[in-house]
């Protein structure tokens, strides 16, 4: 069975660019995650998707970043205008829901974010 | 506040000796704790969790929620054990998992 996926594996723009990233999660699984490593701090969560619906968007940063999911399947997270701070590795992770009690997280690879 | 706290950036042994990465939380009512690990240029993959009570590659944790800790233990660390560990929280009410920052474990031949 594929893991989850993420694309591009690096991105390296320029400050006042726009950078889109994607996320393929496990199939089947209806729960979606964004979560960012910025340089020299913990991996923070960033929103949730169930399908297509953005259940908790309570981490996102800003308005400069806007996450999408049509048709419950691939997500994208994108960056407009990028900024230095944004620099990061931005990971997706996705679950099935709550079964045996928990409800597990599987990552992607993550994409390496560079803002110049 | 809901706080996952990993003391130790770098825990450094040798092959053979025993490990313990220490992770402490702070969660009113009861936690849904993890441990991840990341290999270098892997990603993060789950290690156990503590509601399946489980051991996977020789390593434990036991919550303990009087000292509100959930600390990773293993008897006898191999070389292979080297990577980035992470305990983490799942927010109560909410799908959101909580990270600490993170230990990076080396183990010298």
């Known amino acids: 069975e594929a893991g989850v996926t993420q694309f591009p594996s690096h991105s390296v723009i320029e400050k006042g660019q726009t950078v889109t990233l994607r996320c393929d999660p496990i199939s089947g699984h209806d729960n979606l995650y964004w979560y960012r490593r910025v340089m020299g701090k913990e991996i923070k969560f960033l929103l949730h998707?169930?399908?297509?619906?953005?259940?908790?968007e309570s981490g996102m940063p800003n308005n400069r970043f806007l996450a999408e999911r049509t048709g419950g399947t691939y997500s994208t997270l994108k960056v407009q205008p990028a900024e230095l701070e944004d620099s990061g590795v931005y990971f997706c992770?996705?679950?099935?829901?709550?079964?045996?009690?928990?409800?597990?997280?599987?990552f992607g690879p993550g994409t390496r974010l560079t803002v110049l | 506040a809901q706080r996952v706290t990993q003391p130790e950036k770098l825990l450094s042994v040798f092959k053979g000796a025993p490990v313990e990465l220490k992770c402490n939380y702070s969660y009113s009512g009861s936690p849904e704790l993890f441990w991840y690990v990341q290999y270098s240029r892997q990603r993060l993959q789950l290690l156990l969790r503590h509601i399946s009570r489980e051991s996977i590659k020789g390593f434990t944790a036991d919550l303990n929620k009087g000292e509100t800790s959930f600390h990773l233990k293993k008897p006898f660390a191999q070389e292979e054990d080297s990577a980035m560990y992470y305990c983490a929280l799942l927010s109560g009410g909410y799908n959101k998992l909580i990270f600490g920052a993170g230990t990076r474990l080396a183990v010298h031949p």
């Open positions: 998707f169930v399908k297509e619906s953005k259940q908790d």
């Open positions: 992770a996705s679950s099935a829901g709550w079964t045996g009690g928990t409800d597990t997280q599987y």
